[in-house]
């Protein structure tokens, strides 16, 4: 994306927040014109979908998932889409939060040598560009600040630009995402500061298959970062 388009898109943000600002905006479900991010019929299905969901069992299955908020359907997939999609970064802030509030309740005892650090899963630069900002770092700032647990930003880099995940398959999937991140400079600064690298938490806004959360880790481990796992907003369905 060329500078002028980037110019167009911040335009276009500034006009709606300001519009947002004076109008109020929509739910980010039903779209319903309020002040709130959520109206109060939304917001009581997502606290349903919360307290029913059993997303902080450990899975052999899926052994770097560490929890998820919620399952990846019924209102909180559209708020995840408006997230994503409407530049909507108030969504990501409130479900951060919420996050937060979870692990709190359900983290794991953990024994760890060095301080742990959230890292929010990074979006290729034109991506971002395109979108606005990481839906992911939206999530884990809220996060950070809600539990306490500092943020990490740009402690992984995506250096590829890779096809959208849910248009693949397994196998594709994960040959979508061979090399695609690299340890940044803000980690191995962060490590020699503290003498040796710390502990890192990744979150993303969906876990679907794991082969995102994956690949991450083991560009990481490579560096020999130790991973502890990964949390998220929603999981899906069956997996």
Same mark, same amino acid.
Not at 51 to 70: C, M, N, Y
Not at 77 to 89: F, G, I, S, V
């Given at each position: 994306?060329?500078?002028?388009?980037?110019?167009?898109? *911040?335009?276009?943000?500034?006009?709606?927040?300001?519009?947002? =600002?004076?109008?109020?905006?929509?739910?980010?479900?039903?779209?319903?014109?309020?002040?709130?991010? =959520?109206?109060?019929?939304?917001?009581?299905?997502?606290?349903?979908?919360?307290?029913?969901? %059993?997303?902080?069992?450990?899975?052999?299955?899926?052994?770097?998932?560490?929890?998820? *908020?919620?399952?990846?359907?019924?209102?909180?997939?559209?708020?995840?889409?408006?997230?994503?999609?409407?530049?909507?970064?108030?969504?990501?802030?409130? *479900?951060?939060?919420? *996050?937060?509030?979870?692990?709190?309740?359900?983290?794991?005892?953990? %024994?760890?040598?060095?301080?742990?650090?959230?890292?929010?899963?990074?979006?290729? $630069?034109?991506?971002?560009?395109?979108?606005?900002?990481?839906?992911?770092?939206?999530?884990?700032?809220? =996060?950070?600040?809600?539990?306490?647990?500092?943020?990490?930003?740009?402690?992984?880099?995506?250096?590829?630009?890779?096809?959208?995940?849910?248009?693949?398959?397994?196998?594709?999937?994960?040959?979508?995402?061979?090399?695609?991140?690299?340890?940044?400079?803000?980690?191995?600064?962060?490590?020699? $500061?503290?003498?040796?690298?710390?502990?890192?938490?990744?979150?993303?806004?969906?876990?679907?298959?794991?082969?995102?959360?994956?690949?991450?880790?083991?560009?990481?481990?490579?560096?020999?970062?130790?991973?502890?796992?990964?949390?998220?907003?929603?999981?899906?369905?069956?997996?």
């Amino acid at each position: 994306m060329d500078r002028l388009s980037s110019a167009r898109l *911040l335009g276009r943000s500034a006009v709606r927040t300001g519009l947002s =600002f004076l109008l109020g905006q929509g739910c980010a479900v039903c779209d319903r014109l309020q002040h709130q991010t =959520f109206c109060p019929d939304c917001q009581g299905q997502l606290q349903d979908l919360v307290r029913d969901f %059993k997303g902080w069992t450990p899975s052999e299955q899926h052994p770097l998932l560490i929890g998820a *908020l919620a399952p990846y359907s019924g209102p909180l997939k559209q708020a995840l889409r408006t997230l994503k999609y409407d530049y909507r970064p108030d969504v990501g802030r409130v *479900l951060g939060v919420a *996050l937060a509030k979870q692990w709190k309740k359900h983290r794991p005892l953990m %024994k760890l040598s060095t301080t742990l650090y959230v890292l929010p899963i990074p979006l290729h $630069r034109h991506r971002q560009i395109q979108r606005g900002y990481n839906q992911a770092k939206v999530i884990g700032q809220s =996060f950070s600040q809600a539990s306490g647990v500092p943020l990490l930003a740009g402690g992984l880099v995506r250096v590829e630009n890779t096809l959208p995940q849910y248009q693949l398959g397994l196998k594709a999937r994960q040959a979508n995402l061979k090399d695609a991140f690299q340890v940044g400079q803000p980690l191995r600064r962060l490590g020699q $500061r503290l003498g040796a690298m710390p502990n890192i938490l990744l979150v993303d806004d969906i876990y679907t298959t794991g082969t995102t959360a994956k690949s991450a880790a083991d560009s990481l481990r490579r560096s020999h970062v130790p991973v502890v796992g990964m949390i998220a907003v929603a999981r899906a369905v069956g997996d």
